[in-house]
C-alpha cells in the first residue's frame, strides 16, 4: 500500500488519565474526529449514548490499525507492548520528567516495518518550566529524540529527581535552580561525548555485513507445510481454525495452542497466539544427529 492512499492516524499521548479524559470529551465534541482510547483502565470506546465501553487490548489495536478511529488518545500504558507501525503521526500532549519514557512512546511507532516513510512527532511544552528549559537544551546540544543516545542514559535517568528538586524549590530560587541545572546537564553531556568512543571512526568497509545466502522457505511455505500433515514430523498434530491460524499439538505437550504463520495475525494476538517459524519453540528442528527434535 502506497503511503499517498494510506490514513494519516494520529497517537496522542498525555501523563495523566485526567488529562486524557479532558481531551476526548473535547475532541468527540467537535464531531471530526474518531476517538478512541487506553489507559490503565483498558481501552475505550464511544458507545451510541455518549459513554464509554471499555474493550480489550487487542480490539484496541484492530480498530485502530482498521481505520475505526482516526485518534489514538492514550497513557504511557499504551507506551508497553502495543506496536503501531502503521500509524505516522505522534503528539506528546504533555512531556514526562523522564526523557527516556518519550523515547518509549516515540518507539510505539517508530520500529521496524513502520508504513511511512517520514513520521511526525509533535511534542508540546508549557512555557517557563523547568522542565521545557531541559528538553530544549537537550535537544538543542544533543539532538534529542532524532539520534541515538544511549551512551547519556545514566545523565537522563537522573533528571526525574533533578526536575523535581528544581520544580519545588521556592520562588525566590526556582530561577536560579533552573540555571544551575540546565548548566550541569551541558557540561555532562559534554564530558560523556568526550569519553565515549567515535563510531565515526569506524570505515564503512568495518561495518559492512557480509552476504547472507537466500533463505530455503519463507512463511508461506511453512503455513503449506502446515496444511500437510505428511510433511510433518510424526506426533505432530495440526488442525486449521482459519486462514493463517493453526490448533498445534506435538509430543510433550498438555494441551493445543495457537500457531499462525501471518505475522500481522500474530501482532494483534501476541498473548493467544504463537508466531510458527525458526526460534519459535514450538517449532522443530534438527540435530547435527540428522534426528527432528521438540
Known amino acids: 500500500m502506497k503511503e499517498k492512499s494510506m490514513k494519516q492516524l494520529k497517537i496522542i499521548f498525555?501523563?495523566?488519565?485526567?488529562?486524557?479524559?479532558?481531551?476526548?470529551?473535547?475532541?468527540?465534541?467537535?464531531?471530526?474526529?474518531?476517538?478512541?482510547c487506553f489507559s490503565g483502565r483498558g481501552g475505550e470506546l464511544t458507545v451510541s449514548n455518549g459513554n464509554w465501553r471499555v474493550i480489550s487490548r487487542d480490539d484496541t489495536k484492530r480498530i485502530f490499525r482498521e481505520g475505526k478511529a482516526d485518534i489514538l488518545l492514550c497513557t504511557d500504558a499504551a507506551a508497553e507492548g502495543l506496536n503501531f507501525q502503521f500509524c505516522g503521526s505522534l503528539i506528546n500532549y504533555d512531556m514526562p520528567w523522564n526523557p527516556m519514557r518519550v523515547e518509549q512512546r516515540i518507539g510505539?511507532?517508530?520500529?521496524l516495518g513502520q508504513a511511512f516513510e517520514n513520521i511526525k512527532i509533535i511534542n508540546l511544552h508549557y512555557e517557563n518550566t523547568v522542565e521545557t528549559d531541559v528538553y530544549l537544551a537537550l535537544r538543542e546540544r544533543i539532538g534529542l529524540f532524532s539520534q541515538y543516545v544511549g551512551k547519556l542514559q545514566p545523565i537522563l535517568a537522573t533528571l526525574p529527581r533533578s526536575i523535581t528538586n528544581a520544580a519545588l524549590s521556592s520562588r525566590t530560587q526556582k530561577e536560579e535552580q533552573r540555571a544551575i541545572l540546565v548548566n550541569q546537564l551541558d557540561s555532562s553531556i559534554r564530558q560523556a561525548?568526550?569519553?565515549?568512543?567515535?563510531?565515526?571512526?569506524?570505515?564503512?568497509?568495518?561495518?559492512?555485513?557480509?552476504?547472507?545466502?537466500?533463505?530455503?522457505?519463507?512463511?508461506?511455505?511453512l503455513d503449506k507445510i502446515l496444511q500437510t500433515p505428511s510433511f510433518l514430523p510424526p506426533g505432530i498434530d495440526v488442525q486449521c481454525m482459519q486462514d493463517g491460524e493453526y490448533k498445534f499439538s506435538m509430543p510433550g505437550m498438555r494441551e493445543t495452542l495457537r500457531v499462525t504463520t501471518k505475522p500481522d495475525y500474530f501482532d494483534l494476538h501476541p498473548g493467544s497466539t504463537e508466531l510458527w517459524s525458526p526460534g519459535s519453540p514450538l517449532f522443530p528442528f534438527v540435530n547435527h544427529t540428522g534426528r527432528k527434535q521438540y
Open 108 to 111: 510505539r511507532i517508530d520500529r
Open 193 to 221: 561525548q568526550a569519553d565515549s568512543f567515535d563510531l565515526d571512526i569506524i570505515t564503512e568497509a568495518d561495518l559492512e555485513e557480509p552476504p547472507r545466502p537466500k533463505p530455503l522457505y519463507d512463511l508461506k511455505t
Open 14 to 36: 498525555t501523563q495523566y488519565t485526567d488529562t486524557m479524559d479532558f481531551l476526548r470529551q473535547y475532541l468527540i465534541q467537535k464531531e471530526q474526529y474518531k476517538v478512541i
